[in-house]
């Protein structure tokens, strides 16, 4: 298995997004820890009639086996599961995305509120210098939130937008979901074939 990443889910739209990312990672053999918050769960019910799961053993096997991952590979963790690996600069992967995220975990994110095994997952990532990227999704910004979404990109958070570009012509939402996936693959360093690249075969 290739390196572990920390796959958190939150309450904006987007569920889509984020059940091709955690496909793609387990594709290309990542071991994913896997946090949802209960506005995450409402709206992957909304959005995509998913229910979970509720107990973080019970997820694991469900996803694995939905994804059809290795035993293992997908880790999902509890709200308050102080003792998981993503709640310590010892032994947190590298790597965590929140997608989508909320302008709520936005906030709790940018005031290090960890009050919750999600926030301090992010919280860890940022003191260790890691890789945090966010992908936030709410229209209109307010001043709060660009204030919020500032003051992280300053701190060396990556702020993706699901903004997806429509200069690949999409023909499907699919087509879409995988523009913004691709771009944040991308940034983790994880090889995808989901896109192709600007000014490689097109026009
Ligand atoms: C169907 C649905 C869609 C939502 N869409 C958004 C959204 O796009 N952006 C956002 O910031 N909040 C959105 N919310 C509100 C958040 O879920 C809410 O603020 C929640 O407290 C966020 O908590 P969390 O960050 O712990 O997930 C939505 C809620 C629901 C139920």
């Not at 209960?38 to 997820?59: F, H, I, M, N």
């Not at 991952?69 to 102080?82: S, Y």
């Not at 995988?178 to 074939?193: C, N, P």
Request: charged share 20%; proline share 5%; hydrophobic share 40%.
């Amino acid at each position: 298995m290739n390196n572990a990443i920390t796959l958190a889910l939150t309450g904006a739209s987007g569920a889509p997004y984020a059940l091709r990312l955690l496909q793609c990672l387990v594709q290309a053999d990542y071991r994913v820890y896997l946090l949802a918050s209960s506005a995450a769960r409402v709206v992957l019910k909304t959005e995509q009639q998913q229910e979970w799961p509720g107990s973080p053993k019970d997820l694991s096997a469900y996803l694995c086996r939905h994804y059809g991952a290795k035993d293992g590979q997908i880790v999902a963790c509890g709200k308050e599961e102080w003792f998981s690996p993503v709640a310590s600069g010892s032994a947190a992967p590298k790597q965590m995305v929140v997608c989508p995220c909320s302008m709520g975990t936005v906030s709790a994110i940018a005031n290090g509120t960890s009050d919750n095994l999600l926030e301090r997952a992010a919280d860890v990532v940022i003191k260790e210098r890691g890789q945090l990227i966010l992908v936030p999704r709410e229209t209109p910004f307010s001043a709060i939130h660009l204030e919020n979404m500032l003051k992280l990109a300053r701190l060396g958070v990556t702020i993706m937008p699901a903004a997806p570009g429509f200069y690949h012509e999409p023909k499907s939402i699919e087509d879409l979901v995988d523009f913004m996936v691709a771009r944040i693959l991308d940034h983790l360093g994880v090889e995808h074939a989901l896109t192709s690249r600007w000014g490689y075969g097109h026009h």
